[in-house]
């Protein structure tokens, strides 16, 4: 569809961060798991958080890898930046969670609600932004497979 250079720091250097960073937070909440001794209960719900956050980390890589394939097709102005707002805001929240994931006391990540709250609330909001931007990018056509016939 497009050349693509995977050479390009722009294109592999936010999903490498961003994968790193799932990467180091998995193997933290194992530790933490093993040498805080946690009950069944405590070991499921930081396991839990670890999942979501893995597959959040996948899901912002893939809002990277869309933002710059509007780019590289010529999607509209409306449509590029809709995108990278998506995948900045996404981002962000993946980072905040991140550091909240290395230096939270397992006690106030287990027994508050304001911290998944907030998680996801921020990462829903991105995904409703990217909706928006896929279907405004699939209604301008550029994309071959569309799935969008109008």
């Not at 592999?12 to 961060?17: E, H, I, K, T």
């Amino acid at each position: 569809c497009c050349q693509v250079d995977l050479t390009q720091p722009t294109l592999v250097l936010p999903p490498l961060l961003l994968l790193t960073g799932a990467f180091l937070c998995g193997i933290r909440q194992a530790l933490r798991c093993r040498i805080e001794r946690l009950k069944f209960e405590d070991r499921f719900k930081i396991g839990y958080f670890t999942a979501i956050f893995i597959w959040d980390v996948f899901d912002q890589t893939a809002s990277w890898w869309f933002w710059q394939y509007t780019l590289a097709v010529g999607a509209s102005a409306s449509v590029s930046t809709t995108a990278f707002a998506s995948a900045f805001l996404g981002t962000t929240v993946v980072v905040c969670a991140f550091f909240a994931g290395l230096l939270m006391r397992t006690r106030h990540m287990l027994d508050h609600r304001l911290p998944e709250l907030s998680y996801s609330v921020g990462a829903a909001t991105a995904d409703i932004v990217m909706l928006v931007a896929m279907f405004a990018f699939e209604m301008e056509g550029l994309n071959a497979g569309s799935w969008i016939k109008v």
